[in-house]
């Protein structure tokens, strides 16, 4: 009986998120023209489509990370004592209307119902987060800690950001969008 209800819950959990990176609405970078000047340089694009989806601590750094997954989902509040980098580049299984592969990253702080609507946001606590990931994106959650951003194209989808947000330069500070449902408690400023 108990091995029923964990494969059961497993099952369950897995359909929830099978459209955590589906084509719906907040899904922005589905649509996004990926040619952008260099953006992806000469580096080889991981092609990996599927998610991560997480509830600990060391499952998320290594969906993060350069060997990890293009979109993480997280399944409650999650908190480090360590700074964060999301790295790496990402296609999200998608090909736009030239039949290119789509760059992707995105960081899910929220679960949904098989309608995707959102029913959870969740909260990722770090000192910092630094975005090396191109076409990033952070949805439905809150992040506390200062954010680094590295990378033109990086965007907040209802999502609040409880600190600073520094950019690396001039570029990615003007490709940088939000939504009118996202905010951002502290500063905006280009790092020298």
């Not at 369950?12 to 023209?33: K, Q, R, V, W, Y």
């Not at 990370?65 to 296609?91: A, H, M, P, R």
């Amino acid at each position: 009986m108990k091995k029923t209800f964990i494969l059961l819950l497993i099952v369950s959990l897995i359909f929830a998120f099978a459209g955590c990176g589906g084509n719906d609405d907040t899904d922005e970078g589905a649509d996004n023209d990926t040619t952008t000047d260099g953006a992806i340089g000469d580096e080889e694009t991981d092609t990996e489509t599927t998610a991560s989806i997480v509830d600990e601590e060391a499952a998320f750094k290594s969906g993060i990370s350069s060997q990890g997954t293009w979109i993480i989902c997280t399944l409650k509040d999650l908190s480090f004592d360590e700074d964060l980098v999301l790295e790496g580049n990402f296609t999200n299984g998608k090909k736009d209307d030239a039949g290119n592969d789509i760059v992707q990253r995105k960081i899910a702080l929220y679960t949904q119902d098989e309608d995707r609507n959102v029913t959870n946001r969740f909260t990722l606590t770090a000192p910092k987060l630094t975005i090396n990931s191109p076409m990033a994106s952070i949805q439905h959650g809150t992040f506390e800690g200062d954010l680094y951003v590295s990378q033109d194209n990086f965007k907040l989808v209802d999502a609040k950001i409880d600190g600073n947000v520094y950019f690396a330069n001039d570029s990615a500070k003007s490709t940088f969008e939000m939504d009118a449902e996202s905010s951002i408690t502290g500063t905006q400023e280009v790092e020298n």
